[in-house]
């Protein structure tokens, strides 16, 4: 079993910046894909990035790309999503992902583990 716990979430001004921190224990989870998933009220869970055990190509939702930046610990066990130039369209549960070798990148279906998720709040 992997067990995945989020936490950097807040209430944060527009135009600020938050990190989310999803630390994770259990199996052998640095070698697992994780992702950052986000649902706002009233809409559908959306992606919002993935990184692999090495960290290298990281994929992103287009429309946070620039914004958003994944990154990973594995001495840590941590995935990081650092937020900036936050939006009230930024506003959602945020959620992470892992799975040793996802069904999907980019679709939550393919993921087997997940955390309770952190709420961000951005105030305009």
Do not use: H
């Amino acid at each position: 079993q992997v067990q995945l716990v989020e936490s950097g979430g807040g209430l944060v001004q527009a135009g600020g910046s938050l990190i989310l921190s999803c630390a994770a224990s259990g199996r052998t989870v640095s070698r697992y894909v994780t992702a950052w998933f986000r649902q706002a009220p009233g809409k559908e869970r959306e992606f919002v990035a993935a990184i692999n055990w090495s960290g290298s190509s990281p994929r992103y939702v287009d429309s946070l790309k620039g914004r958003f930046t994944i990154s990973r610990d594995n001495a840590k066990n941590t995935v990081y999503l650092q937020m900036n130039s936050l939006n009230a369209e930024d506003t959602a549960v945020y959620y992470c992902a892992a799975d040793e070798s996802p069904r999907s990148l980019i679709s939550g279906s393919g993921y087997d583990y997940w955390g309770q998720g952190t709420q961000v709040t951005v105030s305009s």
